[in-house]
């Protein structure tokens, strides 16, 4: 119970962590770069957009930007010239404020837009801090308009105008547009807004409905990076005719500063590597709203509270979990969350936060495979330290691999089959030896009964004196514990004809076992005190294999009825009947002898 609650409120502390960091804004800038990654994929152009470059070219044919207005006039007139090779709508991203050094250029401009009549030019507000006072109320608006700059009268009668305002991320990277800004009592929409309007009027067609953003900010889908609109086609072309008129028949054509001198260079979404210049940005989004595709981001609440579900959902799952399992979690989380997003946006215009989710389960994958790591090196030193001088290699390996759901360490009721084994005649040779030699018989009994019990897989409980008790059966589920452990004392029977030959010939003096083996309940666990425990087992089932043993003659094997019934046919036994009586036995204990074991 108390471990639930603990991954529980583990849960809930690193679900609340996560989402306060995304709330506060914190993740913005690395979940903009991969949501860019995701959602940006840029195509080829149609070719119904042409970019003018006012760029080096005609920079060196002209002279230093800005010039005369009379040099953009010319490149209108000369768009214009041929009505039946005229462009659909001539785009200027050039601010024509206030009255020129020349009347003649300015009435020349406006002459040419006004005989076009399918020219735009621009405009652009001037954002600020301003304290604003509303009845008895005043607050202090951080985006005012501080400023407008339209074009000069005569021009603003000639031509329709558009805002060339772009509004940075926090990175630096322009995600979002502007349609509008309202300024005074008038509201004036972007110059790519009014640009796609009049081609569409120009072509017939109803323009897709404006973006639904009641604060007139939306999010763009790039068409395509920079480059993709301009063809080499400079200012100085159209001065001086060069280009043929057919080439911008029914077109949209963008006048604007495309040299990296004139800094109108920015840093999009679409391209994180190389900067696009404005009039590339107006050209993307006059394609964003010919595709009519406008992407919404998805509440920022219902965001919150799924990562914060998905995140104690995660570590719940994570926390004690084996490594494949969570990989394929981790993996099936994070891929399945940026597929969703993928999805979403496609499907239904839909923008998600992508690296939220993704970035939280990894961290959360990462730190519980680190602490599962730390909890299962700690739990294998606890196995090893509890099993490793008295269980065979094979039973170890798999407790190390189970861990601590393999042992319920404090006690735990199993059927065991248990073993006891004592030297015959070993108290009297004791006496007739010096204490090396003492020793020595004895380390080689127990290397004996030790090797007997390891190679049937049971597990060495103690040695007491010159006894050696095993059993089988626990810590660890085996098949046919019974037969295991009559293996073994077969097998030190065997062993102590051997070793009493050998110390025959080098004491003048032997030994021989007898042995007890009995199945049945018993309590196994860590037993003891908290300063001295020993992982043993006790019952009445133990009790009866050592009074088995007690009375059984060197070079014998006394089994109980249990125990024969368990090995059946495989076995050749003699029942003593109740010849013997053991200690706390009621008249009926049947005793049997084993005597082979196939």
Known sequence: MKKTLFIILAALLAAAAFTVLA???VLYVPDSTVSDWLYQWPTDTDGQIMVVGIDQRSIEALGP???GRDVIAKAIDYLNSDPENAPAVIGIDVLFVGEGSSPEADAYLAQVCEKGKNVVVASSATFGSALVHEGENFYMDEQAVLAWDAPFDELARAADTGHINAMSDNDGFIRYGLLFIDHGEERTYSLSRVIYEKYCRYKGVEPNPLPQDTDGFFYIDYTTRGGAYYEDISVIDLV????PRDAFAGKIVLIAPYAAGLQDEYRTSVDHAAPMYGIEIQANLIDFYRKGFYPQAAGNLIQLIVLFLITAGALVFFYDRKILPSVIAWLAVSLGWIALCKVLYEGLGVVLHVLWVPLAVTVLFVVTVAANY??????????????GRYVDPAIMKELLEKGSSAMELGGKMYDIAVLFVDIRGFTTMSEALDPPTVVEIINMYLTLTTECIMRYHGTLDKFVGDCTMAFWNAPLP???????ACKAAMDMVEGSKALGEKLMERFGRTVSFGIGVNFGPAVVGNIGAPQRMDYTAIGDTVNTSARLEANAPGGKILISRAVADALGDRAKVTSLGS???LKG???GFEILTLDSLS
């Open 478 to 484: 085996q098949e046919d514990p019974v037969y295991l």
């Open 579 to 581: 010849t013997i009586k």
């Open 240 to 243: 001086e005719g060069t280009v």
């Open 374 to 387: 730390v909890k299962a090196a700690r739990e294998k030193r606890k196995v090893t330290g509890t099993f």
């Open 23 to 25: 709330a506060l804004g």
């Open 585 to 587: 036995k009621a008249e």
């Open 65 to 67: 930007f800005p010039w």
